[in-house]
């Protein structure tokens, strides 16, 4: 943390993108981050462009760019997955703050204290956050996972599509539903819209998008740690 000459306390958070990113994409998803944040607040992205992988990078490699991210000088990192990738590890491992997508729009919908659904973007891995809910202390709260059936790396291309499936699935839990939670950073800025969709037929029905959730948890124990 650094204070400016304006009094105010910088902050840089960086990024863990589990995936290789091209350095388009990879300013567009670190700039979703960005633009909730306080104006003191930096922020770096760091992907998987350094490790010879296909597809998503292990929670040792997370590790790995966590750890470089802490000794050169970031105040807290957010992993950009909502299944958390390497949460537990990184916590362990490093002093600062990591938060994951996923944890933190879950804590967010338990301050809310409400019964709650998620809706993610591939049934691959509606098991795991189900999982991760539980291990987040919001088990008790959950409705439902569901999937709208689309590879997460396919939704800006097809981000009408997408925007219908999720009105559908929506639609169909609101009865029983008070908030619901977009299971993936992809998705996440369709919350906005969604919710005033949503409602137009329940006024008072909630949709979060984690990605603000995570940007202000992350800057919190940043500014909260001596």
């Known amino acids: 943390m650094i204070t400016t000459n304006r009094g105010l306390i910088s902050v840089q958070v960086d990024i863990l993108i589990p995936v290789k990113l091209t350095p388009d994409w990879l300013k567009v998803a670190v700039g979703r981050y960005a633009k909730y944040a306080l104006p003191s607040t930096v922020f770096q992205g760091r992907d998987m ?7 998503m990078g292990s929670p040792q490699d997370l590790l790995r760019i966590a750890q470089q991210a802490e000794t050169e000088g970031a105040d807290a990192c957010i992993i950009d997955c909502f299944t958390d990738p390497g949460l537990d590890r990184c916590s362990a491992q490093i002093k600062i703050p990591v938060i994951g997508v996923g944890q933190a729009g879950m804590w967010a919908v338990k301050l809310i204290g409400a019964r709650f659904a998620i809706i993610t973007t ?3 891995i509606v098991d795991l956050i189900a999982q991760n809910a539980v291990r987040y202390g919001v088990g008790d709260a959950l409705h439902s996972v569901t999937a709208i059936g ?3 790396d396919e939704v800006p291309q097809r981000e009408e599509e997408a925007f219908e499936r999720l009105e559908e699935i929506s639609l169909a839990l609101l009865p029983e539903v008070d908030v619901f939670l977009l299971g993936c950073t992809e998705l996440a800025e369709l919350a906005r819209p969604l919710c005033l969709r949503l409602q137009d037929e329940k006024p008072d029905v909630q949709v979060i998008n984690p990605l603000i959730a995570a940007t202000h948890l992350a800057e919190t124990l940043s500014l909260a740690r001596c």
């Open 150 to 152: 689309m590879p997460f």
């Open 122 to 124: 591939e049934e691959s």
């Open 49 to 55: 462009s350094d490790v010879h992988i296909q597809g």
